[in-house]
T-cell receptor
């Protein structure tokens, strides 16, 4: 069974640009959540999607957005990139719904560098 | 809000040494507690979990006990191997509006020398 797949693996952008990251969950998983990992702040929750609807959102500015498609694949978008957005962005999928405390399966992440 | 505090790393040990990584938490209600491990270049993997007070999670020789009285969930292993070198994250989930939201610690890097 394939794991969680994130593309691209690495991205280099400049300030002011926008970026879209993609996440394909494990087959049969319907919940997808996104996290930002930085050395200074650690791992922080961005948002969670289930059935194409955002169910929860972390404490991030509106420049960070996402969506989920009918096949459960998800994308996140960051507009007007800032230097501080440089981070490893991790996606995780789980089998259950947001109201069940299911195990998270993580992808390897997309390393975003903003110059 | 909820928070997780882990000991700062890196923790450097020789092979076969005893490992303890401290984790304490602050949360409303009754959180579930987790340890995740991240190997270089990979995403996080669930190592073990405990869902109620006095539960002990265990996996691959690692153990952690949910201590409600001290709000702690320390990770232990009796004899570490070089292959255990990784970053370890303590985490909790609490409910918010019926959904489970995870909160992670900052991670503790473990380096095991032969």
């Amino acid at each position: 069974k394939a794991g969680v797949t994130q593309t691209p693996r690495y991205l280099i952008k400049t300030r002011g640009q926008q970026v879209t990251l993609s996440c394909s969950p494990i087959s049969g998983h319907r919940s997808v959540s996104w996290y930002q990992q930085t050395p200074g702040q650690g791992l922080q929750f961005l948002f969670e999607y289930f059935s194409e609807t955002q169910r929860n959102k972390g404490n991030f500015p509106g420049r960070f957005s996402g969506r989920q498609f009918s096949n459960s694949r998800s994308e996140m978008n960051v507009s007007t990139l800032e230097l501080g957005d440089s981070a490893l962005y991790l996606c995780a999928s789980s089998k259950g719904t947001p109201t069940t405390n299911e195990k998270l399966f993580f992808g390897s992440g997309t390393q975003l560098s903003v110059l | 809000g909820d928070s997780v505090t882990q000991m700062e790393g890196p923790v450097t040990l020789s092979e076969e040494a005893f490992l303890t990584i401290n984790c304490t938490y602050t949360a409303t209600g009754y959180p579930s507690l987790f340890w995740y491990v991240q190997y270089p270049g990979e995403g996080l993997q669930l190592l073990l979990k405990a869902t109620k007070a006095d539960d002990k999670g265990s996996n691959k020789g690692f153990e952690a006990t949910y201590r409600k009285e001290t709000t702690s969930f320390h990770l232990e292993k009796g004899s570490v191997q070089v292959s255990d070198s990784a970053v370890y994250f303590c985490a909790l989930t609490t409910t918010s509006g019926g959904s489970y939201i995870p909160t992670f610690g900052r991670g503790t890097s473990l380096i095991v020398h032969p």
